[in-house]
């Protein structure tokens, strides 16, 4: 006797609202008992049901953003689904474009798809077409619900009423009584009212964020109807801004650009909304009038710090002069993440572009000075300012337009600047990243680009040639003195610091390691820079050693001059 082969067959449930959920039997179960009843009706062709639930409840079929659904998609990749089983075509999707990929997922395995109540299947070309069908009333049924539910709000938001959303400082949702009212919460009322006058009397709104985090003042930490918290927070420029222009606090409903009178009570009075918006739009118009032109910042958009928040042009005049910068978010107390305080704020403009234009300059041969600024643009698709290196993200068809043989990575490579490297730019395909070891540098309150490391190189080679010159000099000083020195080595010392000519010969008394370390080029140029400061060096090695930080074995001999 012949045996049919096994088809595993799944069984998908789906709900729109949460509503009734709850229930000990319940939509999603009556649902499961018509396609159990399905599939065991057809277990003479072999089918058996999978005892895995994919159960999506409160979830729209307009997404493919379900859970059961990810499950289920994922369970056919891995090829143990034979089947899919559903109560009705519109419980899988409302969406034919997303029935389209549903059905590819299905095919691409030899998965077949059931509707128990529509009595048809994808194994037949008229099953398909049926379903086809049924998807195009399906989205048909969900394009004239959204457009009668958005034609609801906006009669309601006419009205005045409150139609849901993120309720603003100052204000609890309605209590459920059918009165779709804002009720004002006298506590939270009094910190808006706060905020406003704040503004009015501090006129900076700069300031008033300032003052507004060292006093704990915070956002309205709330619940959205998903259950998903957000906690209260110092309030971020945007969510300062929103909340000084939202109408709202004048009693007003807002809808695609009307304003309606609403049913809630008013916070604050029409002259004091109106002072503030006064002085928003004077700060804007400030910003927009020293926001610098392409000529003055040509990299304009594409500066980002290191955590990819854009730093935007601006410029300060000190003495007669201009300068221009790209400067980066603002730090806010009591604040982390984004808004840390550790950050790099700003870069001047002509130096970040000096460096980037020599790149360029190198790749496509080409004096640097005669690129033009729309070609810089084209060239140059993102910077990004790290604490410790400069990131540059080139566009590779601009690049191939200016010199016919870049137009790989491994060519652009080929022609970079000595200590340069090159990263593969996955994100963005046609793109090529190149690491510049170019290191910030702060003084005086600001940041300014540190040298490239060609130069920090060369420096430091300069300073330990320098610092083995004067430590021979001192040993060929202190020669005529030697004898004295080992017969009475405490007087001739204390003598020697007393003298005039001590600092011709005082790096003689350094320890025998530092010595050592002086000769072999293994002192760094931060420790020969402490030594060359000191007017008066300790003659205690230990002492010495703390000053500059060495942990060198002790034991060497002193070196002399002819070393």
């Known amino acids: 006797m012949g045996h049919e082969a096994r088809v595993r067959c799944a069984i998908y449930t789906r709900k ?12 999603l179960h009556a649902q499961r008992e018509y396609c159990e009843a399905y599939i065991k009706s057809q277990g003479g062709e072999g089918w058996t049901i999978d005892r895995r639930r994919y159960d999506d409840g409160g979830f729209t079929g307009a997404s493919m953003a379900r859970p059961s659904l990810k499950r289920l998609l994922a369970d056919i990749d891995a090829g143990s689904i034979d089947a899919v089983v559903v109560y009705k075509v519109d419980r899988l999707t409302r969406s034919l474009a997303d029935f389209a990929r549903i059905l590819e997922a299905l095919d691409k395995r030899d998965v077949a798809f059931v509707s128990v109540t529509q009595a048809f299947n994808t194994n037949s070309s008229m099953g398909r077409l049926t379903l086809n069908v049924l998807l195009s009333f399906a989205q048909f ?6 457009e009668r539910i958005r034609d609801k709000i906006a009669a309601s938001k006419a009205k005045g009423m409150w139609m849901g959303g993120v309720v603003p400082l100052g204000y609890d949702a309605p209590d459920g009584s059918g009165d779709r009212r804002l009720r004002v919460n006298e506590v939270e009322a009094s910190t808006v009212r706060l905020i406003f006058d704040r503004l009015i009397a501090c006129r900076s709104f700069y300031d008033l964020q ?3 985090a060292e006093e704990g003042i915070r956002s309205k930490a709330g619940q959205s109807r998903r259950g998903l918290t957000y906690p209260s927070m110092p309030f971020s420029r945007g969510a300062l801004r929103h909340l000084l222009q939202n109408p709202i606090y004048l009693g007003l409903i807002c809808h695609k650009g009307a304003t309606y009178q609403g049913r809630h009570d008013a916070i604050v009075d029409q002259q004091t909304f109106d002072a503030v918006q006064a002085l928003l739009r004077q700060r804007s118009a400030t910003w927009k009038a020293r926001a610098p032109d392409l000529k003055r910042a040509p990299l304009r958009g594409r500066v980002f710090d290191e955590l990819g928040q854009s730093m935007r042009p601006t410029f300060a005049r000190r003495k007669g002069r201009r300068y221009s910068y790209y400067v980066g978010p603002g730090p806010v107390l009591g604040m982390v993440g984004p808004n840390r305080t550790d950050l790099l704020r700003r870069v001047p403009c002509d130096v970040l572009e000096g460096i980037i234009r020599r790149r360029l300059g190198q790749l496509i041969d080409r004096d640097e000075r005669a690129i033009t600024i729309e070609e810089l643009r084209q060239m140059v698709a993102r910077i990004e300012i790290r604490s410790d290196c400069t990131h540059v993200v080139l566009a590779l068809r601009a690049l191939h337009d200016h010199r016919r043989d870049l137009d790989t990575v491994a060519a652009v490579e080929a022609r970079l600047v000595s200590g340069d490297r090159v990263l593969v730019e996955g994100a963005r395909p046609g793109h090529v990243r190149i690491v510049i070891p170019v290191r910030m540098k702060f003084s005086g309150g600001r940041t300014w680009i540190g040298k490239e490391q060609q130069e920090i190189d060369a420096d430091a080679k300069v300073s330990k040639l320098r610092a083995r010159k004067r430590l021979r000099l001192a040993h060929a000083a202190l020669g005529p003195a030697r004898p004295a020195f080992a017969a009475h080595r405490h007087v001739v010392r204390t003598a020697m610091m007393a003298s005039a000519d001590y600092d011709r010969f005082a790096w003689a ?7 050592s370390a002086i000769l072999n080029g293994r002192l760094s140029t931060s420790a020969i820079a402490t030594l ?3 007017t008066a060096i300790p003659l205690n090695w230990d002492v010495q050693r703390r000053l500059l930080g060495t942990t060198y074995a002790k034991g060497e001999g002193v070196v002399s001059a002819s070393t």
């Not at 729109?16 to 939509?27: A, D, H, K, P, R």
């Not at 008394?509 to 010595?515: C, Y």
Request: glycine share 6%; net charge negative.
């Open 141 to 146: 049924e969900r394009d004239v619900t959204g």
């Open 509 to 515: 008394f350094l320890a025998p390691d530092i010595q």
């Open 16 to 27: 729109s609202s949460e509503e009734g959920l709850s229930q000990s039997f319940n939509s």
């Open 532 to 534: 060359e400061k000191q």
């Open 210 to 212: 300032q003052q507004l």
